[in-house]
């Protein structure tokens, strides 16, 4: 059984509810880390706790226990003239915010005459994961 401590090795392929593909191990090394540490977002850290080399398994993960919830105040319009100059921020593109705590990636979001809108959620903040996974070892 996988347990906190341990180093695991998984495939998996995450899904939105759309049946969209966000993210997959297929064609790389599995996903190796270890369990407990955080370095995985915590649902998908609880589940393979209950799990065994070899399983496999679907989980769904609600955007609490994922990315997070959507944070309004991480959504801003910030003028065209605090741009640099050349500087022309197109929808889709992410750039680097700076602010006291260091550079913040931001996608920009929105581009109209009162300003750029720039969202520094996770791309996958307020959604709700699904992962198939497998177990592929422990240690």
Do not use: C, W
Not at 39 to 52: E, H
Not at 84 to 101: A, H, I, M, S, Y
């Amino acid at each position: 059984m996988v347990a906190p401590g341990k180093t695991v090795k998984v495939h998996y392929t995450g899904t939105l509810d759309d049946g969209s593909i966000f993210d997959t191990s297929e064609g790389r090394d599995p996903l190796e880390f270890q369990v407990g540490s955080g370095q995985v977002i915590p649902g998908f850290d609880a589940a393979i706790q209950n799990m065994d080399e070899g399983s496999t398994d679907t989980i769904k993960i609600p955007s609490s226990e994922a990315y997070g919830d959507v944070r309004e105040d991480m959504i801003a319009t910030i003028p065209h003239e605090q741009f640099p100059d050349g500087l022309n921020p197109e929808v889709g593109q992410t750039l680097q915010l700076r602010t006291p705590d260091g550079a913040l990636p931001v996608r920009v979001v929105d581009v109209k005459d009162e300003g750029v809108t720039i969202d520094g959620n996770h791309p996958l903040a307020g959604k709700d994961l699904t992962f198939e996974l497998t177990v592929v070892g422990v240690s």
